[in-house]
C-alpha cells in the first residue's frame, strides 16, 4: 500500500498574510480551489463583482504566491488562474506579532472565513428542500459540549483531522454519479460558562 499523498499547503506569514486579508481575496482564492480554474471575468460572474476588480485582486494574489496562471486552459488572450496550494494554515502567533498592521490583518482573515463558513451553512439550510433526500438524511448539523483540557481538545482536532484525511484519501466515490463535494466545517472552539 501506497503512502497518502499529502496536500499542498501554504503556511501564512505575515508577508502573505497582508496579500490575503481582503474579503474578496480570500473568496477568489477559495472558488478556484473548490471549483477549478476560471477567468477573471468568470470568476466575477460567480462571484458578483466586476471583472476588472477579480483581475486586480487575482494579480495581487499572484504576487503574493496564492495563485497561478493555468496556461493548459488559457486560449488567445484569455488568462486563466487556478490556485497555487490546496489548503492554507494559519499561525496563530500572527495574531500576537508585533506589528499592529499584521494583528489586524490576521483578525480580518479570521473574521472573512468565519463569514464565509456561516455564509455556506446558511445556503445549505436555504436551499436543502432542493437536494434528493438521501443527502437531507446524510447531512448533519450537531452541537456537542465537552469537558476537555487544552490537550485533550488538541488530541481531538488531530484525530479528527486525520479522519477527514482517511476519507479525501479514499477518493473511491469519486466516480460515482451520486457523488457531489461534501464541504465539513469543524469547529472546535472553548466556551465560557454562563451564570
Known amino acids: ?13 505575515a508577508r ?4 490575503l486579508a481582503h474579503p474578496l481575496r480570500i473568496r477568489l482564492l477559495g472558488s478556484l480551489r473548490r471549483d477549478g480554474p476560471a477567468t477573471a471575468s468568470q470568476l466575477g460572474v ?13 494579480r495581487q494574489l499572484a504576487a ?5 496562471d493555468a496556461p493548459e486552459r ?15 494554515s494559519f499561525d496563530d ?6 506589528d499592529p498592521t499584521v494583528r489586524g490583518a490576521a483578525q480580518l482573515y479570521l473574521h472573512e472565513v468565519a463569514s464565509l463558513y456561516i455564509e455556506a451553512l446558511s445556503t445549505w439550510v436555504g436551499t436543502r428542500h432542493e437536494w434528493p433526500e438521501e443527502w437531507i438524511a446524510a447531512s448533519d448539523m450537531s452541537d456537542f459540549l465537552l469537558h476537555l483540557t487544552p490537550e485533550r481538545t488538541a488530541e481531538l482536532k488531530d484525530r479528527i483531522h486525520e479522519v477527514i484525511e482517511g476519507y479525501r484519501e479514499s477518493a473511491s466515490d469519486k466516480d ?4 457531489a463535494p461534501v464541504r465539513l ?4 472552539i472553548p466556551t465560557r460558562p454562563t451564570d
Open 46 to 58: 460567480r462571484l458578483g463583482e466586476s471583472s476588472g476588480s477579480t483581475s486586480y485582486h487575482l
Open 176 to 179: 460515482d454519479p451520486r457523488a
Open 93 to 98: 502567533a500572527l495574531l500576537r506579532d508585533a
Open 185 to 188: 466545517q469543524t469547529q472546535l
Open 16 to 19: 502573505s498574510l497582508r496579500g
Open 1 to 13: 500500500m501506497t503512502a497518502p499523498k499529502a496536500r499542498k499547503l501554504v503556511t501564512l506569514d
Open 64 to 68: 503574493h504566491g496564492f495563485v497561478e
Open 74 to 88: 488559457g486560449k488567445g488572450r484569455e488568462r486563466w488562474w487556478r490556485a497555487a496550494h490546496q489548503g492554507t
